[in-house]
């Protein structure tokens, strides 16, 4: 079967119409108005009635991470990457999106965050191949009150534990910091741990084997002074069952760089959100660049594994 022709940023863009020019117009003339917006947008609850989520994540750009595949600046285009996410966000079944504030606020702007759920990623200094890559500092949202201020549904922090490289203590220390503070804000936070290691070429990688994942979900989990608004973001791996038997926290499944076909990725998500402690999917690459470039089809099906169809 033939796939559709992928269309350019631009391409995709115009469906939207001519909005990108508006964008850049409002924060040079009118840049107030992003404060504006924060306070009047139209807020929801965290969870509807099922107690699941489906969240699409878009905060890998900010580390420097735009390959998807083997198409390593697959990211680099803004317009497409919106009107990706724009895409997905119309779509039934998606509660809400996972970025940093450059994307929400022009999601914000265009006014696609309306009564949807607005996680702010928070630590997005460990740049992808850098050195420094495990010291994570937050560069984005850097506490739980400038989320709480703009009046954001939780943060997010990526916390990857390597026990060969000092810049590890430090993320520790300012994520339990984080949860804390959203906590006292009565915010969800979420915590996206990963057993690490650092090859010898530099490259920092996730072990992503069943005990070292379970050995992450425990120290994530006593990060804060309490873990009563703490949610995990995990990868789905081998054994999923006995992995998610290490924590009583709601987990949400990450997608990660989709490297095998889109029905065994289906597949895998469908098994896991059987387990009772999943309660959803934080996914971005895999639905915003799908192989065959129909985002409106790979977002309606992972609301189908998620909430079984509803809306």
Do not use: C
């Amino acid at each position: 079967m033939e796939l559709p022709v992928e269309q350019s940023g631009l391409q995709r863009w115009r469906g939207y119409g001519d909005r990108l020019a508006e964008l850049t117009e409002i924060r040079v003339r009118h840049p107030e108005r992003l404060a504006e917006a924060w306070q009047g947008r139209r807020t929801r609850a965290l969870v509807g009635e099922d107690g699941r989520l489906l969240i699409v994540a878009a905060d890998h750009p900010a580390r420097g991470a735009l390959g998807v595949r083997g198409d390593r600046m697959a990211m680099a285009s803004r317009p497409d990457l919106i009107a990706r996410l724009m895409t997905a966000l119309e779509r039934p079944g998606v509660d809400g999106v996972l970025a940093t504030p450059d994307i929400l606020e022009d999601l914000l702007l265009l006014g696609a965050l309306e009564g949807k759920v607005v996680i702010g990623s928070m630590n997005r200094g460990g740049l992808q191949g850098a050195a420094f890559e495990v010291d994570d500092r937050f560069t984005a949202y850097r506490t739980a009150d400038e989320i709480a201020a703009r009046r954001l549904d939780g943060g997010k922090m990526l916390t990857r534990i390597d026990l060969n490289d000092p810049g590890t203590v430090a993320t520790l220390e300012s994520s339990a910091a984080a949860v804390t503070g959203l906590a006292e804000h009565k915010l969800m936070a979420m915590v996206e741990p990963f057993w690490s290691t650092r090859a010898e070429d530099g490259r920092v990688t996730n072990l992503l084997d069943p005990d070292s994942v379970i050995k992450s979900i425990h120290i994530a989990s006593a990060l804060g002074a309490t873990s009563a608004y703490t949610w995990l973001k995990l990868p789905v791996v081998d054994e999923l069952d006995r992995v998610m038997e290490a924590t009583t926290l709601p987990t949400l499944l990450l997608g990660g760089d989709p490297t095998v076909a889109p029905e065994a990725t289906y597949a895998s998500w469908g098994k896991a959100l059987s387990l009772p402690s999943v309660r959803g999917l934080v996914v971005g690459r895999a639905l915003l660049f799908p192989p065959d470039g129909d985002v409106a089809a790979a977002v309606d099906h992972a609301a189908m594994l998620v909430h079984g169809g509803a809306a």
